[in-house]
Structures are given as C-alpha cells and as structure tokens.
C-alpha cells in the first residue's frame, strides 16, 4: 500500500511539473506588409516543431496555440519567413502588428515596389488604400471615390455617368496629379489629363491604391506637382482559387465578377484571371451604361535570379452622360421640379430624350483602352538588379454630341450658356425632342433657309457627330537598383514613351436630312474663285454619315527621360537625393487643312528636368520628422506649343516650360493603438499657360479665327494636413483627418491675339502687326492676383468608425465635410485688355455640406466554400448638396451657371464567395 501511494505521489508531482512546463498560451497578432502596412490575407501561422496551425482571416488577424517558449513561423509567398518565440507568460498574448519583409524575388513587379513609399522611411506625405478597405467600401462607386478621406483629395462625380468622376490633390487638376498602374505614368501624353471612364475596371484589379501628396517618391523621370495616385493591381496570386459575385444596387445597377488563380506550381508558373460585366440605368436622368474588365497575369519564375511577368488589362465600355455643358443655373432646377415628378429636380439631365419611341442621350461616350506590360526582373546578385518594363496601349472610342449650323448649335445641347433649358427642342415632360429635329431637316429640304452665305442651304441644320481620340502609346522603364556598401541605395533608369493620337470629328447621324456642310475648311476642294483674284480659294463640301468635319489631324509625341536617385539609410536616418532630365518633342501631320508635302509640321522640343530630396528622422521608436522640397521644369501640353493646334502648324513662340518649387514639413507618430501625421506644404507655380479662342472681323470684312496664348500666370498652393488611426480595442478603428489649404492665383498673364498664320492682330477689329518694334502696346494683359483656385474644396474633414463586434461581421461609417470650394472658372482671354489689365475677381464660394456613408459585411462559411455578404449606403441621409459649379458674372449664386449637385442616398448589396 505504501509503496503504491509513493508511486501516486510521483506521478502527480510529475504532471504537474509537466502541465507547467508545456502550459499553453493563446496568441493574437495582425500580419502585415512591413512597406505599405496592408494586412496579409491567408498568410500560413504554424507551430515549429508540429503540424499545428492555422492562416490569418480577411483582416490579417490570427489566434494560435502554443505552449510557452514554443516558436511560432510566419509564412506568406513573395515575403521573407519570420519566426517568433513566445517568452511572455499568460494565459494570452497579443503581439499587435507583425510586419513581414517583402522577398526580394517575389512574384511582384518591382517597378511596382520602387514607386511605394515605406512608413518611417521615404519622407513624403502618404495614405495607402488596402485590399480590405478597397473590398468594403467600393460598392458601385467609382474608384476616385473610395479616396476622399484622404487629406487634400477632392472627388466629384461631375457629370454623373459611368467613369465621369474625377479627383484633384491638393488644388491640383487630373493633369497635375500623377495616374500610375504599377507604377508607370498613365497621365494622356498631349495634355496630361486622365479621363477615368477609360479606367473604369481598374477598381475590380486594384489590390492597393497609394496616394502620395506633393512630390512623391516615384522613381520616374517626371514627378508629380499635386500628386500620385499609384494602384497597383492584383498580381499572380500565390494562393490557388478564386471566386465569383454578384453586386446589385439602386438605379438598376447590376455587377458579376469572377476571378481564378492557379498559384504558384512547382515549375514556377502562375497565372490570375479576371472578369466582370457592370450595367446601370444611372442615377441622374438618361445615363445608361454598359462596362466590362478583363484582366490577365502571367507568371513566370525561372530561378532565383530571373522573374518574367506579362499583364494585361482592359475596361471597355459605354455610357451616357450629363456632362458639365449640360449643367443648369440654381433658379433653373427650380422651375425643372415640374418636369421630375417624384424624383428630385438635381437629376434632370436636358440631353435626355426620345427619338421614334426609344431612349436617346446626344451626350454620349464610348471607349477601350486596354494596356499591357511586359515585366522582367533580374537579380544580378544579392546587391544589384534590374527591373525592365515595356508596355504599350491601343485607345479606340469617342465622344458623341450634337452640332449644327451657325444659329442651331447650342439648342442642340439643352442648354444656354447662362445655365438655362433650351424650349426650341423640348417636349411637355423636358425631355429633349429629337423626332423635332428629324422633322426641322426635312422641312429645310423642302423650304431651304439661308445659312453662312448659301441662300438655298437645304441640307440638315442639327446632325450628329463623334469626337474619336484614337491612340497607340508604347513605352519602357527600366530601372537598376544597387548598393554601396552598408547604407547607400542607388536607383537610376530610362524613361521612354511614343505617343500617336487620331483626333477626328466624324457624322454619325444626318437626323434625316441629304447631307451637311462644314463651315470650317476642308482640303483638297480647292477651286478657282473669281471674287478672289483668281487665286485659290476653299469652297463647300456636301458631306454625309462618316464623313470628317473641323478636324482630321494626328498628333504626336516622343518623350525620352533619365532619373537618378541615391539613397541614405542608417539607424533613424533615411535621405534621398533624386532627379532627372527630359526631352519632350511635339509635332502634328493634318489631313484636313493642308496637303501634301506640307502635311507634317516642324518638330519641337522642350527639355526638361526636376530636383528632389527629402530627409526622415525617426527620433524613437513611436516619433519621426521628415522634410523634402523639390524643383520641376515641365514641358507645355501639346496644344499650347501650336498657335490652335485644332487647324494650324504654326508654332507659338511663347510657349514655355511650367517651373514648379514645392517645400513640405511633417511629423508622425506611431504605436500599438495610434497613428498619426501632421505636415504642411507649400507650392509654387509659375509660367501656367492661358489658352482661348474666338473670331473677328478682317480688314475685308471676312470672318477670322484668333488664338490667344497667355504665359506669366502663377498660382501659390499652401497647406496644412492632418490624419490619424485609432485601435483603442481590437475590435474598434477609429480613422479622421483634416486638411486646411489657401490656392490662389496670382501674377499678370500676358499674350498677342494671333491669327491661323501666327501673325499679331491688333485688335478685335482685325489689321495685322507689321511693325514688331510696337508689338508691346499690341500685348494683352490679365490681373489675377489673390484670386482663389476654383473646383476644389481647401478645407475638407473626415471621421470613419470601424466595429468588428463578433468573429466575420464588420460594420463601418464615414463622415465626410467639405468647405471653401469655390466655382471652377476659366480664365477668359477674350477679357483681356491692352491699356490696363483686365482684374479677374474672386469666384463664388460655394455653401458647405457634409455627408454620411455606412457599410457592413458578413464573412461566414458555406459549406467548403468562404462567401462574404455585404452593403452600401452612400449619402445616408440623403443630403443635397452643390459638388460642382461654374462661376457667372457676379461672382454670386444667382448668376452661377453649369452647377451640379452630389449624388443623393444610394445604395449596393454584394455576396461574394471564394474558393
């Protein structure tokens, strides 16, 4: 007996030391990019030593067991493996954020990688939009949209169709803000603007979206002014499956996507695969669309040492619009409610209509512009690589509106130019009469009126007609990345791009009538006139469906650029030093008024180049300051190097490079529940081109085209910005910011009017300048001093919750506010004067207003598959309110015109399952 309770004793001593000695402890923690802080879905958390495991969920969070001072191994393709030990003792141990190191021959482009600013490192002043959010908060807005939390941004939906939406930074328009896909500039190679309805899909491909304020950190031979907006889209996904959804929402909006990824075989390719189709009747009256995206990614790792990668991507679609021509003054939409029923007055769209019983809009737009790469990476060794990219873009589609003969052509749009419907062609219920206009081209067939000269014109007064914009665009960045002993980084690579743009405006529809003259000139009819001494003279030309008018030109562009940058990085100090120079050359070959030889104008060139260097200091762990500051020499857009660009190779001689200076400043903080950043910016710029056209009277009586290209405008853009992120528990974010500017204009912009053969015109009583020594009395002159920067808010706020209450739900809301947004304008060159200059004044500030948006989604298992259901309501309480507007005469609301009111309450649901 005595000897069986010493054993009982032995063994009970025995397991309790051994329960102590393998106590098992909870851990928590959240994986995430140690570069851009997006977390890591589906990363594999294994127990070293034993089969136990498990992966993290949608959010990069994970829970494990494991017994204390067991190891815990961190893994996830296309990053370095992490191991941690688990010394803390407890029943629970939260380890809060983990970041994970990219591999430096991981499946991802690295022109991607070098255009990513990294936290604490690279001193600008970035925000990153992550898969997650991207996921959570789309719905069926549009991409800009899902960036107006960011500091600085403004979005708008402006005209209010599929793709119209547009973003500024900063104060800054789309040709001052940097469109990157993987890190390679997509901004329109003639005037730098980015139309996002050719992008439509690229919020279905994006798997992160970073926006870098001000100079930005992208390595390519021309920086931003306002900033970048990088999206990088989703690469060969390492992980083998896909999914399929299925999207519905207000105004009979419609989206089915799919996507499927083989992984990473054993033989080291991969491939991804994605589709989807998006129909919508359109929230503002008259703006169906149509839209698919097609995405592809090919993969291919050879060894260590060589990676190739070949994507494609494409976004066709169509969509009909009420674009800001077709805006209408605020009394208008008043007396409009009685046309709009039940619905509110801010939808009404004047191009909306009817023609033979079935829908018609004459504004209208249609466009593919696929895009792809062809990337390769090189691991020279474990120092040096270099990182090649060629790609190349086909743009086909156009614009279509209505147009006519002198006296008919703005009733075809719908409205005045003071913002009011037109009647001419108008039925009972405001929508635009287009069987008035069949009828109208029949009746001149038979009684003929008399139009620009023809006494007996019988031909169609209203027709059709479509902008095209073809393009064919192909490019190469390469960049060779080393190092210099322990702390230099050294980046230095080319830049080059062709450009060849069709710009052509085509008859689609005669509306009835036999045929349509163009008033503008037209090659090849020239004919002996006898009124005109005999010389050559143009005559008309009866032209029917397919036939060119007003223009028919290609334009084209070469651009060759080199950058350099060197990098410090040492304990808390990271420095960089960058620039680069440019060769921008233009030309033109026109079709329609000139002929052979004579076709091709002279080529142009203007260099180029920019400075940049910026400093980070990480005072501890938690505190870091940075300040960068930069110098930019930008070449003019294609249009204001010609005298008009529309019809002439004659060159204006003041075209000059845009010189842009920026400073910034900031400070940020990190730790375990909070984020945040402070900085403020100030930019200058100088030489901003003025562009505007008109006609006058000759000496003869003939009527004559006049170009005026103002140089000497300047604009100062100044501000402070502010956001932050708040995890007071694991189950709550809480996310604002706040951003003050002051953009204003300032300078005298001065200019000649000159005619199609670039020679000074006095006035607009026409006589030609012979005398060069008296052309400064001849010199036009604008005032624009302390004049706000129209077309963007300079004080915008916003507040967002984020609540994981139980294991797969996630509820969110957002609060965004918007003020000082003055009324876009253009600065009028035919207001100019020649004595005194002409004072532009300050434009109407447009009322404040505020907005809510919520969303939430489920994440639960069905059956073996993982399917997600989630919502959208955008503008919750349905607030009206004025996104866009353009400034009228009186600088005042009553005289405003072309104003566009926000998007009211809509909404989306989505389920979405993976596999």
């Keep these: 007996m005595k000897k069986h309770l010493i054993h009982f004793l032995l063994v009970a001593v025995l397991s309790v030391f051994s329960a102590a000695a393998f106590a098992q402890t909870t851990v928590r923690g959240q994986l995430v990019d140690a570069e851009t802080g997006e977390p890591l879905v589906g990363a594999a958390i294994m127990v070293e030593g034993t089969s136990q495991g498990t992966v993290t969920d949608i959010d990069g969070y994970f829970k494990q067991d494991v017994a204390q001072g067991g190891t815990l191994v961190f893994k996830y393709v296309g990053f370095k493996d992490l191991k941690k030990k688990i010394t803390q003792k407890g029943a629970s141990v939260d380890l809060g954020a983990i970041k994970m190191e990219p591999d430096a021959v991981m499946l991802k482009d690295v022109v991607i990688t070098s255009s990513v600013a990294v936290a604490r490192k690279t001193p600008v002043a970035v925000s990153t939009i992550n898969p997650v959010s ?47 896909i ?8 003639e005037n730098q603007k980015v139309y996002m309805s050719n992008w439509g899909g690229l919020v279905d491909v994006a798997s992160s979206i970073q926006i870098q304020r001000g100079l930005g950190a992208s390595k390519v031979s021309t920086p931003s002014v306002g900033g970048s907006q990088n999206i990088v889209t989703k690469t060969t996904d390492a992980k083998k499956g896909g999914f399929v959804s299925y999207g519905m929402g207000n105004d009979g909006y419609n989206k089915v996507m799919f996507g499927v990824s083989s992984g990473l075989t054993k033989d080291g390719w991969a491939f991804t695969l994605l589709g989807a189709r998006d129909t919508r009747d359109g929230y503002i009256q008259g703006t169906e669309s149509e839209a698919y995206t097609w995405f592809i990614s090919v993969a291919k790792r050879f060894n260590d040492n060589h990676q190739l990668s070949f994507t494609a991507f494409g976004a066709p679609q169509w969509h009909n619009q009420r674009n800001m021509a077709n805006g209408l003054n605020i009394k208008e939409y008043q007396r409009v409610k009685q046309w709009m029923g039940e ?31 062809l990337n390769h990476l090189w691991q020279i060794d474990h ?47 405001g929508t635009f009469d287009y069987d008035a206009v069949d009828k109208l081209n029949a009746d001149n067939y038979k009684n003929p009126v008399s139009v620009s000269g023809m006494p007996n014109y019988n031909g169609s007064l209203m027709i059709m007609n479509k902008a095209s914009n073809d393009h064919f665009w192909a490019g190469l960045i390469s960049t060779y990345t080393t190092k210099f002993g322990d702390d230099f980084d050294f980046y230095g690579g080319i830049d080059y791009r062709y450009y060849k743009g069709l710009h052509q405006n085509v008859i689609t529809d005669l509306f009835g009538g036999k045929y349509y003259i163009d008033s503008y000139n037209r090659k090849n009819v020239l004919a002996t006139n006898s009124v005109n001494g005999g010389n050559p003279a143009w005559v008309n030309q009866k032209l029917g469906v397919g036939d060119v008018i007003r223009r028919d030109y290609d334009g084209f562009v070469m651009y060759e650029g080199g950058f350099a940058q060197l990098e410090y990085n040492k304990d808390a100090v990271s420095a960089f030093v960058s620039g680069g120079l440019t060769n921008t050359s233009y030309w033109r070959h026109d079709r329609m008024y000139y002929s052979g030889d004579k076709q091709d104008s002279s080529k142009k060139h203007y260099l180029g180049g920019n400075v940049k ?36 190779h ?15 400043l900031g ?50 853009h100044m501000g402070v910005e502010f956001d932050f992120l708040a995890k007071p528990f694991r189950w709550m974010e809480v996310t604002g910011m706040f951003s003050w500017g002051d953009w204003r204009w300032n300078g005298t912009a001065t200019g000649f009017m000159m005619n199609t053969q670039g020679q000074i015109i006095k006035s607009t009583q026409g006589g030609v ?42 509820l969110s809301a957002d609060w965004n506010f918007y003020a000082r947004n003055y009324a876009d304008y253009d600065i009028d060159a035919s207001d100019a004067k020649q004595d005194t200059p002409y004072v532009v004044s300050d434009p109407w500030e447009i009322p404040s207003w505020s907005t809510f948006d919520v969303s939430a989604g489920y994440t639960f298992d069905f059956g073996k598959l993982r399917a997600t259901l989630s919502g959208n309501v955008y503008n919750l309480f349905n607030q009206e309110y004025i996104a866009d507007a353009r400034d009228g005469s009186n600088h005042d609301w009553e005289t405003a015109t072309r104003v566009l009111y926000g998007f009211g309450r809509t909404y989306s649901v989505r389920l979405k399952f993976n596999f």
Aim: aromatic share 12%; hydrophobic share 30%; net charge neutral.
């Design 134 to 180: 991207i996921e959570d908060k789309i719905g069926s807005q549009e991409l800009p949209q899902l960036l107006k939390s960011t500091p600085g941004v403004y979005a708008s939906n402006e005209g209010g169709g599929y793709g119209d939406s547009n973003i500024k930074i900063r104060g800054f328009k789309s040709e001052y803000v940097a469109m990157m």
């Design 182 to 189: 993987n890190g390679v500039p997509m901004n329109g190679m």
């Design 343 to 373: 619905e509110s007055p801010y939808r009404y769209n004047s191009t909306f209509g009817y023609r033979n019983g079935q829908v018609m809009n004459s504004s209208r737009n249609a466009y593919h512009k696929p895009q792809m790469s």
């Design 383 to 429: 120092k040096s690589s270099l990182s090649t990219a060629a790609y190349m873009s086909i743009g086909t589609g156009a614009g279509y509106s209505g147009t006519g003969v002198t006296g008919y052509s703005s009733s075809w749009y719908g409205t005045a130019t003071d913002g009011t419907v037109n009647t001419q062609f108008r039925c009972p219920d």
């Design 613 to 648: 260097a910026g400093l980070n200091y990480n005072l501890d762990e938690h505190n870091n300051v940075f300040v960068n500051a930069g110098f930019i020499s930008r070449a003019p857009i294609f249009d204001n190097t010609f005298i008009n660009s529309q019809s002439s």
């Design 650 to 664: 004659e060159r204006n001689a003041d075209a000059k490079n845009e010189k842009v200076y920026s400073f910034e």
């Design 667 to 716: 400070y940020g903080y990190r730790s375990h529940y909070i984020s945040a950043n402070v900085n403020a910016y100030y930019t200058i710029w100088k030489d901003k081109a003025l562009y505007d056209t008109g006609s006058y009277d000759d000496e003869d009586g003939n009527s004559q085209r006049w170009t005026m290209n103002m140089t000497g405008a300047q604009a100062n």
């Design 769 to 810: 300048l012979t005398d060069m020594s008296q052309a400064d009395q001849y010199k036009y002159r604008i005032k624009m001093d302390d004049v706000h920067v129209g077309g963007s808010a300079q004080t915008t706020a916003a507040l967002g919750l984020i609540l994981r209450p139980m294991k797969g739900l996630r």
